[in-house]
């Protein structure tokens, strides 16, 4: 059975997520989870650091194991897809209907178009014929305005949902079982999200899909176009002005005005 390891403090949930399984051998069952309200060192995309004050979020890391094949590799972006999709599931019965709630491709967890969660996805080390991730998951739960870290966050108590303290205990649990459900769901279908219902269900909550955008690619080149698709393997699509499409892997992208 994997277990649900709570820890009242720690640098970052997904360090000692990779250290427990480095120690164990890869002898850790898919679905192990690490969380905190404390995170005191939390790392967010391309190296940039999360910052969470104390008590006020959730920091969550899921391992995530299975076969290692060239599919699954080649998946592995849908690892950070489908918790989107999982925190989307668990958020949006918490806050008041007229507030949206969507996914901002590749890994962020919009409400109202502000970010409420981000999400960052890391290939553990590598464990004979196992492919295995640490899924880390950062929720702004009980933050208020003059507490956000960055311009245009927000939090689910900002939101207006109403968070009891039994809810918040529960949060980690209900999203780690609407992950793993999707992962499940992936594996079942040999990786292929589109069998899984998991390309559909983004098509419906990813924001960015139909948006005129701006692509910040890693090597500092930036593009706009609109945002046509998100592929099987991932990526998003991109419609340019001269009618060529490009697919990205990595990217920050922002809304643009037509
Ligand atoms: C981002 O938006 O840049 C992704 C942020 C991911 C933060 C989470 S919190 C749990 C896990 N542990 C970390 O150190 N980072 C991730």
């Not at 997904?14 to 995170?39: F, N």
């Not at 948006?211 to 080149?221: I, N, T, Y």
């Amino acid at each position: 059975m994997p277990e649900f390891i709570q820890l009242p403090e720690t640098p970052s949930t997904h360090d000692e997520l990779r250290a427990r399984w480095r120690d164990a051998g890869g002898a850790l069952p898919s679905g192990t989870a690490i969380v905190t309200d404390t995170q005191t060192k939390g790392r967010g995309r391309h190296g940039r650091s999360w910052i969470a004050p104390a008590g006020k979020t959730i920091a969550l890391s899921v391992l995530v194991a299975a076969p290692d094949t060239d599919v699954a590799r080649e998946r592995f972006p849908w690892l950070t897809l489908a918790a989107g999709l999982a925190l989307r599931e668990v958020v949006r019965p918490l806050v008041p209907e007229d507030h949206s709630v969507t996914i901002k491709w590749p890994n962020d967890l919009l409400i109202d178009g502000r970010k409420s969660a981000g999400i960052l996805a890391e290939l553990l080390d590598p464990m004979p014929g196992k492919l295995a991730a640490s899924v880390g998951i950062g929720l702004n739960v009980l933050l208020a305005e003059d507490e956000l870290p960055v311009p245009h966050a927000t939090s689910l108590a900002l939101a207006g949902a109403e968070l009891s303290d039994a809810l918040i205990e529960e949060l980690p649990t209900l999203i780690t079982d609407a992950l793993m459900n999707r992962v499940d769901r992936l594996v079942n279908a040999a990786w292929f999200p589109k069998n899984a219902g998991l390309l559909a269900e983004l098509q419906e909550h990813c924001e960015t899909v139909s948006q005129q955008v701006r692509a910040s690619l890693p090597g500092g080149e930036v593009i706009t176009g609109e945002a046509i698709a998100v592929l099987e393997d991932g990526r998003l699509e991109l419609r340019l002005a001269d009618g060529s499409r490009r697919a990205l892997s990595a990217a920050d992208v922002e809304r643009v005005r037509p």
